[in-house]
């Protein structure tokens, strides 16, 4: 399904779509600090960490596949070797799979707040991508839309409050600067593939593949 990862054992994951906590866990890296965590988990920390064992068994990867534009796909990856799990973010079209972020290896981000808009048609996408963000310019009713897909998926009791405490933080790297350049996207996060700036960088006819498929439109 994915090139590359073959030999491991990967299973679709949209058993998991259905279930509030599920969300929770994935978006755990954006909950940072205490009231952040204590809105969200309350006295589902214990149901929380069991599932997310569950997620990060060795034995069974969870993979979830949102469509873009330009014919390809995201494929949502956990990654669960041992001694080294994370989530990692692959954009796929018939040829490669480019790793636009990786949620637990601190590279990214991955898209702009604009680009996480017009992709994510529904809240179960808003929130499979949004760990991927990162955006100094993230507008006022982004905090809106995302509270919304908390309030439509979980039981979070505050969803704004815990929306806005997530955009703020923007989970493992800053908020990165984007613009276009020669009609293609590009940010300046140090960490990022989509900087071109860096030694990790996309070549730049990955760098347009990855716009094209973001910004389609």
């Known amino acids: 399904m994915i090139p590359g990862y073959e030999a491991y054992p990967l299973v679709e994951g949209d058993e998991y779509l259905e279930r509030p906590l599920f969300w929770l866990c994935h978006l755990s890296s954006w909950l940072l600090g205490e009231k952040a965590q204590e809105l969200a ?4 920390w214990d149901a929380a960490e069991e599932l997310v064992d569950e997620l ?3 034995e069974r990867w969870p993979v979830f596949t ?12 956990y990654r669960n070797f041992d001694g080294d799990k994370g989530i990692d973010y692959h954009l796929q079209d018939q040829q490669e799979a480019l790793v636009l972020a990786s ?6 981000p991955g898209l702009s707040w604009r680009e996480l808009d017009a992709v994510a048609t529904d809240a179960r996408t808003l929130l499979l991508l949004l760990p991927m963000l990162g955006d100094a310019d993230v507008p006022a009713e982004a905090i809106t839309r995302v509270a919304a897909a908390l309030e439509e998926l979980t039981w979070v009791e505050e969803p704004e409050t815990v929306a806005g405490l997530m955009l703020d933080g923007q989970g493992q790297w800053e908020p990165a600067n984007w613009r276009e350049r020669d009609g293609v996207w590009i940010c300046d996060g140090a960490y990022s593939f989509r900087c071109p700036h860096n030694a990790i960088s996309f070549s730049p006819e990955q760098l ?4 094209a498929a973001l910004n389609e439109g």
């Open 41 to 44: 988990f309350g006295a589902d």
């Open 56 to 58: 990060c068994s060795v």
């Open 66 to 77: 949102v469509p873009v534009g330009n014919g390809c796909v995201i494929r949502v990856v």
């Open 103 to 108: 949620d637990g290896s601190f590279m990214g």
């Open 208 to 211: 347009a593949k990855v716009s």
